[in-house]
C-alpha cells in the first residue's frame, strides 16, 4: 500500500515517546485504540535502535494499514520504509525531502504559531500542516503557543490541518471545532496506564463528526 493510497489524515495522531522497553507494545495498543497515524519520535544518536524500532513499527504499521511518520529523520524514514518524515524548524527542506523519499512519500511540516509559515510549506509541496502548542506541554514546555484561530485560517489551504500541544481528552473537542483534522498526541496517550482505552477516547471524538 503506497502512502498516497490511506486514507485522508483525520483522527488521532499518535507520536511516541521514546526511547522505552515497551516501545512496540504501547504503539500497538495506541493502534488497536483507532490512531490512525502513528510517528515514531526519538532524539536520541542511538542509530541501529532507531533503525530496529522504526522497521518495526513499519510492519506493524502495515499491519493495521496506518502510516507511520518518522520525525525529523529523513534518512531514517527512506531506510525504514516509513510512509514519510515530519520536518521542524532546522530540518530537511520538504524538496530534498520528497527526492528522497518519492513522490507518494507524505511529508509534514511544523508550522509552530505562523499561517505565514503554512503558506510557504502550502505552496513548497507538504502534506499536512501542524500547528502548536496550544497549551502547555510536557514534552516542549517552552513551544512557541499558538491560538485555535489560526486551525480555523489554516482550512483556506486546502491541506489537513493537524494540532499538537498539551492536548488532552478534555480540551481536544475545542481544536477539533475549530478546524483540526487531527489532533497530535504523545503524553495523554503514551504516559497513560491504559494505551489502549485513552487512544480509544481520542478516536472517539472523531467518531460523532462528519467525514
Known amino acids: 500500500m503506497s502512502a498516497n493510497q490511506f486514507p485522508p489524515l483525520r483522527g488521532l495522531y499518535a507520536i511516541s515517546n521514546g526511547p522505552r522497553t515497551d516501545l512496540l507494545d504501547a504503539c500497538a495498543a495506541a493502534l488497536a485504540g483507532g490512531a490512525t497515524i502513528l510517528q515514531y519520535r526519538d532524539k536520541t544518536d542511538a542509530h541501529p535502535r532507531r533503525l530496529d524500532e ?3 513499527l513499519q ?3 502495515a499491519r493495521h494499514r496506518v ?4 520525525n525529523d529523520d529523513v534518512d531514517l524514514a527512506a531506510a525504514s520504509g516509513a510512509a514519510g518524515v515530519h520536518l521542524g524548524e532546522g530540518d530537511a527542506p520538504i524538496g530534498e525531502a520528497r527526492a528522497r523519499l518519492g513522490r507518494d512519500a507524505i511529508i509534514g511540516v511544523s508550522c509552530y504559531d505562523s499561517l505565514a509559515r503554512a503558506r510557504q510549506f502550502a505552496a513548497a509541496g507538504a502534506d499536512y500542516l501542524a500547528f502548536g502548542a496550544f497549551f502547555p506541554s510536557p514534552t516542549k514546555p ?5 491560538t485555535p484561530q489560526l486551525l480555523s485560517q489554516a482550512k483556506t489551504l486546502g491541506l489537513p490541518v493537524v494540532a499538537i500541544g498539551g492536548i488532552t481528552h478534555a480540551n481536544a ?3 477539533i471545532d475549530a478546524g483540526a483534522d487531527a489532533v497530535a498526541v504523545i503524553s495523554a496517550l503514551f504516559d497513560a496506564s491504559d494505551v489502549h482505552a485513552a487512544a480509544r477516547r481520542f478516536a472517539a471524538l472523531f467518531e460523532t463528526l462528519p467525514s
Request: proline letters at 11%.
Open 59 to 61: 510492519a506493524l504499521c
Open 67 to 70: 502510516p507511520l511518520i518518522v
Open 142 to 146: 517552552h513551544a512557541r503557543v499558538a
Open 173 to 175: 473537542p475545542l481544536l
Open 54 to 56: 522504526a522497521r518495526a
